[in-house]
């Protein structure tokens, strides 16, 4: 099956940094998402991006997926961007498989 | 954006008792997912449904099972809990391409 690998695994930012969160590819994938998992496990959806660019707020998003990766950026980092980042694409029953994660922590 | 509900939140059970975790969603999907989620791990797909009366098992082996009599509604049922059976599960449902996802339940199995 495809592989997915997320990095870094782990980050720590001091509140107002940046950062990006990379997600590649061992194939071609559909239906690429982004999710956020706070610290209670709610799963939030962040960006539906098979393709191009997207930005809402602070965060964007980019997926070339002629190289097989996308990229999500985090700007003005806030406490409450804590917890772990999720790239998940389609699988072949309609679920979505995820990566192993990068788990955030921004310290104030 | 879907509105979907898991109960229990949280679950604290003795081995051996039968557990059925609650999920609902109000927007009408027809596809609905079970995920089972270990802490600080990725998500697994244990069940999914593609309608009433559709139910399918994932790539993860569960000894859960599920049944989807109503569209809005998609349980999972656990005949006689183990410790082995703590984890997070995660319910999420969507009218194709995206997923939304409940809050979750938390089970610990004593």
């Known amino acids: 099956g495809i592989q997915v690998e997320q990095s870094p695994p782990d980050l720590i930012l001091q509140e107002g940094a940046n950062s990006t969160l990379r997600c590649n590819f061992s194939?071609?994938?559909?239906?690429l998402q982004w999710f956020h998992q706070n610290p209670w496990g709610q799963l939030i959806n962040l960006f539906y991006?098979?393709?191009g660019t997207k930005q809402n707020g602070r965060l964007s998003a980019t997926t070339v997926a002629t190289e097989r990766y996308s990229l999500l950026y985090i700007s003005s980092s806030q406490t409450t961007d804590s917890g772990v980042y999720f790239c998940?694409?389609?699988?072949?029953?309609?679920?979505?498989?995820f990566g192993k994660g990068t788990k955030l922590s921004v310290k104030p | 954006e879907a509105d979907i509900y898991q109960t229990p939140r949280y679950l604290v059970i003795g081995t051996g008792k039968k557990i059925t975790l609650e999920c609902s969603q109000t927007?009408?999907?027809?596809?609905m997912y079970w995920y089972q989620q270990d802490p600080g791990m990725e998500l697994h797909l244990i069940h999914y449904?593609?309608?009433?009366?559709?139910?399918e098992k994932g790539d993860l082996s569960s000894e859960s099972t599920v049944s989807r009599i109503r569209t809005e509604h998609f349980p999972l049922t656990l005949e006689s809990a183990r410790p082995s059976h703590t984890s997070q599960y995660l319910c999420?449902?969507?009218?194709?391409?995206?997923?939304?996802f409940g809050p979750g339940t938390r089970l610990l199995v004593l």
């Open positions: 927007m009408g999907h027809d596809k």
């Open positions: 449904s593609y309608g009433v009366n559709s139910t």
């Open positions: 194939d071609s994938v559909n239906n």
């Open positions: 998940a694409f389609g699988g072949s029953q309609g679920n979505l498989i």
């Open positions: 999420a449902s969507g009218p194709g391409e995206t997923q939304y």
């Open positions: 991006i098979p393709s």
